[in-house]
């Protein structure tokens, strides 16, 4: 059974230190959120981690790491502390241990996968560090993404819309000979919470929405289920069109809020 959806704003990842990292593919630009092209890219798999501090603590109870070019026995590890030395150490007040990377196993054509740890409580700390092993080869991720899970108390109505968006174009003449226009293809998501009530609307979605009108970027994990198709479900990205909630249409004192999405990854 699917399990309720989920969207993140990505926080701020603070000052970062690296063990490995290549001239122009910095450990910094996994911050660059709304850029898929600026990655951190290892060389080699040494000494393969990265730890930040936010500068004050966060809290926290999501992390992944987007579009790494993991392989079957890539692994991950995740700390969270107070301090430095908490999550340079073993005595981190949060500690994954090690786990893959992969979960659950799947083969994709393009090779890239997202990580994908919810915490089992919000942790509200300064400190974090990954790090990255078992792995052959130069390590290569796009995004790091912490924060808080925005999770609503019921399912997304029916008609929900999985789909695609070409960014380039293509004109056929009179004679057949396309014209094409080269760009990336983004996928797109499409749904709408139908239910929420007026609590759920103010402390949880409006002020996302809000935070991130169109310009601003979130995940949002539309079946976090622990099955293969998770990672074809998640997405990160836009929000495409001026986000807006209608009250009162399923019943008096109900939202509505209709998402649409589309997603870099």
């Given at each position: 059974m699917a399990a309720l959806p989920f969207a993140v704003k990505p926080l701020a990842l603070g000052t970062m230190a690296t063990g490995n990292e290549t001239a122009?593919?910095?450990?910094?630009?996994?911050?660059?959120?709304?850029?898929?092209?600026?990655?951190?890219?290892?060389?080699?798999?040494?000494?393969?981690?990265?730890?930040?501090?936010?500068?004050?603590?966060?809290?926290?109870?999501?992390?992944?790491?987007?579009?790494?070019?993991?392989?079957?026995?890539?692994t991950i590890r995740v700390r969270l502390g107070d301090t430095q030395a908490h999550v340079d150490g073993a005595s981190s007040p949060y500690?994954?241990?090690?786990?893959?990377?992969?979960?659950?196993?799947?083969?994709?054509a393009d090779g890239l996968y997202h990580s994908h740890l919810q915490l089992?409580?919000?942790?509200?700390?300064?400190?974090?560090?990954?790090?990255?092993?078992?792995?052959?080869?130069?390590?290569?991720?796009?995004?790091l993404?912490?924060?808080?899970?925005?999770?609503p108390a019921r399912y997304y109505s029916q008609g929900h819309k999985f789909g695609v968006e070409?960014?380039?174009?293509?004109?056929?003449?009179?004679?057949?000979?396309?014209?094409?226009?080269?760009?990336?293809?983004?996928?797109?998501?499409?749904?709408t919470l139908g239910w929420m009530d007026e609590a759920e609307f103010e402390t949880k979605?409006?002020?996302?929405?809000e935070a991130i009108g169109k310009r601003g970027v979130a995940l949002w994990c539309f079946d976090p289920a622990a099955t293969t198709y998770r990672q074809a479900r998640t997405y990160f990205g836009w929000l495409k069109d001026a986000p807006y909630a209608t009250v009162g249409t399923a019943k008096p004192g109900t939202v509505s809020h209709d998402f649409s999405i589309l997603s870099m990854i």
């Open positions: 122009g593919k910095l450990a910094a630009y996994l911050g660059e959120t709304k850029y898929i092209g600026m990655t951190w890219r290892s060389t080699g798999a040494s000494n393969v981690w990265i730890r930040g501090d936010f500068g004050t603590a966060q809290v926290i109870d999501f992390i992944s790491l987007l579009s790494a070019n993991a392989l079957p026995g890539t500690d994954s241990g090690v786990v893959s990377f992969i979960s659950p196993s799947i083969t994709l089992g409580s919000p942790q509200t700390r300064r400190w974090w560090r990954i790090d990255i092993g078992s792995h052959t080869g130069d390590f290569e991720a796009a995004m993404i912490m924060g808080q899970m925005i999770t070409d960014m380039g174009d293509v004109k056929v003449n009179r004679w057949g000979v396309p014209d094409e226009t080269d760009g990336l293809i983004f996928r797109t998501l499409e749904f979605f409006r002020p996302l929405t």
